[in-house]
C-alpha cells in the first residue's frame, strides 16, 4: 500500500502559477505509474495528467496542455504538478493517484491509490 498527500493548493489570480505536491510513502514509489486528476463542484473527477514509473513516458488533457507539466523525483519520493497560466476554468480540488500495474492510463479506473486532494482557486 502506497499514502499519497497533496500539498501547494491555494488561491491564485486568473494568469498565476503554482506547483502541487504528493508525497509518497509506504510502498515502493520508484515502480509507481502517477496521476493527478481533478473535481470541480458538480462534475465528475477528470484526468489531468499522468507520467510513467522512470518519468519518460508523459500524458496531458488537452485542456492544460501547454499550460501544466508534471514530473517526479523518485528519489524524494515525491511527485509535482506545475500549473502555469492558471484560468478559472482550472478551479477544482487536484488529487495524486498512483499505481502498479503495467499499463498507462488515463481513466480513474487506472488508479487504485488516492490522495485526499488539494484545493486549487483560481479568480478573474
Known amino acids: 500500500q502506497v499514502q499519497l498527500v497533496e500539498s501547494g493548493g491555494g488561491l491564485v489570480q486568473a494568469g498565476g502559477s503554482l506547483r502541487l505536491s504528493c508525497a509518497a510513502s509506504g510502498r515502493t514509489f520508484s515502480r509507481a505509474r502517477l496521476g493527478w486528476f481533478r473535481q470541480a463542484p458538480g462534475k465528475e473527477r477528470e484526468f489531468v495528467a499522468a507520467i510513467s514509473w522512470s518519468g519518460g513516458i508523459t500524458y496531458y488533457a488537452d485542456s492544460v496542455k501547454g499550460r501544466f507539466t508534471i514530473s517526479r523525483d523518485n528519489a524524494k519520493n515525491t511527485g509535482y504538478l506545475q500549473m502555469s497560466s492558471l484560468k478559472p476554468e482550472d478551479t477544482a480540488v487536484y488529487y495524486c493517484?498512483?499505481?502498479?500495474?503495467?499499463?498507462?492510463?488515463?481513466?480513474?479506473?487506472?488508479?487504485?491509490?488516492w490522495g485526499q486532494g488539494t484545493q486549487v482557486t483560481v479568480s478573474s
Open positions: 493517484a498512483a499505481d502498479y500495474r503495467p499499463q498507462m492510463g488515463v481513466g480513474v479506473l487506472n488508479y487504485q491509490h
